[in-house]
């Protein structure tokens, strides 16, 4: 039972939030404050922990105000926008906290066909923005996320897609931003800083403060608008469900080694031909690609016949973007590297008549579609309710082996059936000079025990990682777990030293997204 405790001066603050929202935005009912105490992470099912009002704000000068209010008060301030979170970040880790929920603010301001920009308040996600701007000739890639997740928070929490390769990380794709400050000041970061300069650059004079806000967790303020950059779209003319576009081809390179495979990864991303390049992972093929759930499950029982066939395999999408004679020429490239590589090429049509028996009823070109369209992805096809990923990223991208075998020598110890863990996938960034290198693992939400697990097996991957060479160090960029998961970590101690200075330069009250990082 979930216990809901209300200060003395609830009905002052309820009375001054009303005012600022209006009454049919602001709501103290338990069934509505309970249902805003959990995300989809381990950290809120284990300890969910109830706001004492949620609000509903329609503008940037709104939210300024509520901040008033909670500095006033000292109040805990949290923010949600869709939801879509695995780290805790967007509920309430202390009791009587104030829930702002960004649903009103939904707009698409702008899209600028000519500069190649779109201005987005954070409720509005990948699909509601591809929706428009491919009416433009534009997109901005999609995320390694289902579609439903708001491009704000995806990009200041995360910000990756599955066309790193050619596009780099989402976030680079930040030009500027509006950010109320926890004491409900008003910030514009890059070009727009300056009057009448407009949306053009991510820089602004002085330092970049663009970079305190990612991977802050919520925790220095409220982003109400960011301005993205788009590019030109690449799926083709018209759109299809079962068939890839005209532009484009798919190619599944499949390697007997994981070694062989992570120097065909290396080489494809230096090529530069590709929109696509990932290691597929077995279990991701399985759960994405069949057409029901009753097959996926079916797959899922007997993946270990699969083996040969899906073990080692890089996932390729060209795509005709300026002219046609790029399919051909990046096709020569890829069975190229191949066979330097001494893997076999496939494409989708192959790969229908060599599969096995009991892969019958996959849809391949369906799900290739999903990757640079947006998509719902395979990870909301979950068996047990709950999903949290291990970040393990590694330059040079062939040390991304090493890195599996120490997640499965860790994995002995994990005290959740195997068959509930995904293996890992790796997506090489920036032409292949560095890949991630991600693990996903199953868990029971009503199990506390695999809450548990899963906590502390995210954080031995966290200290595994830090202990190697090559892996990038703690910073912000990464700073998507709770600090419970990664106090022993030294390098991440010095970084909450950091943050806590820059934490009581915005925020001298702590009232912002307390808990998770800082208290």
Not at 288 to 306: C, D, R, V
Request: with cysteine; aromatic share 10%; net charge neutral.
């Amino acid at each position: 039972m979930v216990e809901l405790k209300l200060s003395d001066l609830h009905p002052e603050v309820y009375s001054k939030l009303e005012k600022i929202v209006g009454k049919e935005n602001i709501s103290d009912d338990p069934s509505i404050l309970i249902v805003h105490s959990r995300d989809q992470s381990p950290f809120a099912n284990l300890k969910p922990t109830p706001p004492e009002f949620v609000v509903l704000p329609e503008s940037t000068e709104q939210i300024q105000e509520i901040m008033k209010v909670s500095n006033e008060y000292k109040i805990p301030v949290v923010v949600q926008n869709t939801g879509v979170n695995v780290a805790g970040c967007c509920v309430p880790s202390e009791i009587g906290s104030i829930l702002v929920h960004l649903r009103r603010l939904n707009h698409i301001i702008e899209i600028d066909n000519r500069n190649m920009f779109a201005t987005v308040q954070p409720h509005v996600n990948y699909a509601e923005l591809q929706a428009e701007t491919m009416k433009k000739g534009l997109w901005l890639p999609a995320p390694a996320a289902p579609s439903t997740v708001g491009i704000i928070s995806n990009m200041l929490y995360c910000g990756m897609s599955w066309c790193m390769v050619k596009y780099g990380y989402e976030r680079r794709a930040i030009i500027s931003m509006t950010w109320v400050t926890p004491e409900g000041k008003l910030i514009k970061t890059g070009s727009p800083s300056l009057k009448d300069l407009g949306h053009f650059w991510w820089n602004g004079p002085g330092p970049d403060l663009k970079g305190l806000l990612i991977g802050s967790v919520g925790e220095l303020g409220i982003c109400t608008e960011m301005t993205v950059k788009l590019f030109p779209w690449v799926g083709g003319a018209k759109l299809r469900l079962e068939e890839p576009p005209e532009n484009t081809k798919f190619f599944i390179i499949s390697y007997r080694s994981g070694e062989k495979m992570l120097l065909g990864l290396q080489e494809l991303g230096r090529a530069d031909i590709a929109t696509i390049v990932t290691r597929m992972p077995m279990e991701w093929s399985i759960l994405g690609m069949p057409k029901s759930y009753e097959k996926s499950k079916e797959l899922w029982n007997n993946k270990e016949q699969l083996k040969t066939f899906l073990q080692y395999n890089i996932f390729v999408c060209l795509q005709a973007i300026t002219s046609h004679k790029q399919l051909a020429y990046g096709e020569k490239v890829i069975k190229q590297i191949a066979k330097e590589t001494n893997g076999l090429v496939f494409n989708p049509e192959m790969l229908q008549k060599i599969r096995p028996k009991n892969m019958e009823g996959i849809q391949q070109e369906g799900m290739f579609n999903e990757f640079f369209r947006a998509k719902i992805s395979p990870r909301i096809m979950r068996f047990k309710g709950g999903f949290m990923p291990a970040f393990f990223p590694q330059e040079p991208i062939i040390n991304s082996l090493k890195s599996e075998n120490l997640m499965e020598e860790t994995l002995k110890e994990f005290p959740i059936y195997p068959h509930d863990l995904y293996s890992s996938c790796v997506v090489p960034v920036d032409m292949g000079h560095f890949g991630l290198h991600e693990l996903d693992i199953f868990y029971d939400q009503n199990s506390p025990e695999e809450l548990k697990a899963t906590l502390e097996f995210a954080g031995k991957v966290q200290k595994l990682a830090q202990s190697q060479h090559n892996t990038w160090p703690a910073h912000n960029e990464w700073k998507s777990y709770h600090w419970d998961v990664v106090k022993e970590i030294p390098e991440f101690k010095i970084q909450k030293l950091i943050t806590e200075k820059v934490k009581n330069l915005f925020d001298p009250n702590k009232i912002m997204n307390p808990g998770k990082w800082l208290k």
